[in-house]
């Protein structure tokens, strides 16, 4: 079968750094995907990882290790606004995404 | 900029009643999705499109169809509402199925089945 899994919930404090791990077991892997979504709202992409390596966009930055099936997402500087979740989810054999059920993430002051 | 713009936004159905589910993506996307999202659940794929005229199941498809008319617009449809199918239903559209091209997803259709 196909899983995604990553911590339900992480809490952090306002400027320190997050780190939220995803690992994963595919039929096939064409990509992996960060998403975040704030309560009560879509999910909005963050990053795409396809090669091995991290992937820097601002605050958050992506990695991935495909022999580990493992990815992260990491998260500087953090805002009270960063409170939401982050959904990974890969792209399996057949271009179809498999999602990971989300992690929580609560922003302390 | 619509972007992906999903109808209506709440709803509440009675079991054994039917329903159609409105969603429109102005951003001339070929791949269209349907998902629903579930508490402690990842979204599960219930049909997509990959392009007009064409419709294909997918993780959970059973108790829905879905039509794909036009380009722009993705149509879901409950033909007899069961209590198990309340849920929060996300559109998604996409230019690609590959390539890293993102999906990007409307507002969601909040239902409950009564």
Redesign the interface.
């Known amino acids: 079968g196909q899983n995604?899994d990553q911590p339900?919930e992480m809490t952090a404090t306002e400027g320190a750094i997050v780190q939220i791990n995803c690992t994963y077991q595919t039929s096939g892997f064409?990509?992996l995907?960060w998403y975040q979504q704030h309560a009560g709202?879509?999910?909005?992409?963050l990053s795409?990882n396809?090669l091995d390596g991290l992937e820097e966009k601002g605050r958050f930055s992506s990695f991935l290790s495909r022999s580990k099936g493992y990815s992260y997402l990491l998260l500087k500087e953090l805002q009270m606004k960063d409170s939401a979740s982050y959904?990974c989810?890969v792209?399996d054999s057949n271009?179809?995404?498999?999602?990971?059920?989300?992690t929580k993430l609560i922003i302390k002051p | 900029n619509a972007g992906?713009t999903q109808t209506p936004k709440f709803r509440v159905l009675k079991t054994g009643q039917s329903m159609t589910l409105l969603c429109a993506q102005d951003m001339n996307h070929e791949y269209m999705y349907w998902y629903r999202q579930d508490p402690?659940?990842?979204?599960?794929?219930i049909h997509?499109s990959v392009g007009e005229g064409t419709t294909a199941k997918?993780e959970v498809p059973d108790g829905y169809n879905v039509s794909r008319l036009k380009k722009q617009n993705f149509l879901l449809g409950l033909e007899s509402a069961a209590p198990s199918q309340t849920s929060v239903y996300?559109c998604a559209s996409s230019s690609d199925?590959?390539g890293?091209q993102?999906?990007?997803?409307?507002?969601?259709t909040r239902l409950s089945i009564l």
């Open positions: 995604i339900t064409n990509g995907f709202e879509a999910p909005t992409f795409y396809v959904l989810a792209m271009y179809q995404l498999i999602w990971g059920a989300g | 992906v402690g659940m990842g979204l599960r794929l997509y997918g996300f199925s590959g890293g993102p999906q990007h997803f409307g507002d969601g």
